[in-house]
């Protein structure tokens, strides 16, 4: 089992940034795929950007395509997404989750965190 908490979440002005991390708890992380998901107010949560164990091969969403970057450092157990150049529309709680096959479906992945907010305001 992987436990994760997210953190780094909070109120930016459109076209700022943020970077989001999520820590995970256990000695097999590196075994693990990782991804970010998001759900805004009144939506069905919906897959941000996926990572591959072993970071060499990483997945977005057309909608933060060429804005967010998802990293992953094995050796402090922390996946991270760098998101650019926000829009209001990002407003949203988002969530890390860890599963052994990397995907983009919520369906897809095992284990998630409590979340983070994050409010971009217009």
């Known amino acids: 089992q992987v436990q994760l908490v997210e953190s780094g979440g909070g109120l930016v002005q459109a076209g700022g940034s943020l970077r989001l991390s999520c820590a995970a708890s256990g000695r097999t992380f590196s075994s693990y795929a990782m991804g970010w998901f998001r759900q805004a107010p009144g939506k069905e949560r919906e897959f941000v950007a996926a990572i591959s164990w072993s970071g060499g091969s990483t997945y977005y969403a057309d909608s933060v395509k060429g804005r967010f970057t998802i990293s992953r450092d094995n050796a402090k157990n922390t996946v991270y997404l760098q998101m650019n150049s926000l829009k209001p529309e990002d407003t949203a709680v988002y969530y890390c989750?860890?599963?052994?096959?990397?995907?983009?479906?919520?369906?897809?992945?095992?284990?998630w965190g409590q979340g983070t907010q994050v409010t971009v305001s217009s």
């Open positions: 989750a860890a599963d052994h096959e990397v995907g983009v479906g919520v369906r897809e992945y095992d284990y």
